[in-house]
């Protein structure tokens, strides 16, 4: 991942634009032990599956990645030219650590992986943006009993 320090400076302006705003309360939930809770993964990663459209750049929608899902076909369109896919190209992991996931769950770590994964493009819109995408996802997560979610913020 690039400094922000070595960006160009309207790149440097754009992130540092992005809102941040502090929660008025602490909002606390319990659950029960990973061991289990049933866990998705969300990445802003941009990946979809093949035929699907390609994110734009101020894109607010998601794709849903079903855990079963061949992850060799998937595509990233992430359009932040500052983003190195190399990783990606050798090991979906880095973006979509589906493999790790597996891997937890067969060992016990967590208790089930959800039925679907949720991918959105995490380059231009404000995060105010996504609210109503969000919501939407929340209630799809809701209906698949997850109760842990793992983000990979891309």
Known sequence: ???LSDLPETDQKHLLSKECPPFESQPWVTGPPLSERRVALITTGGLQSPGEDSFN???TSYRVIP?????NTLLMSHTSVNFDRTGFHQDIN???????LKELDANGTIGSIAKFHYAFMGAGAMPHDYEKTARDVAGF???DNVDAVFLTPV
């Open 1 to 3: 991942m690039v400094r």
């Open 57 to 59: 750049f101020t894109d």
């Open 67 to 71: 855990n079963d899902c061949d992850t």
């Open 94 to 100: 880095v973006v979509f650590p589906i493999d790790r």
């Open 141 to 143: 997560l809701k209906q």
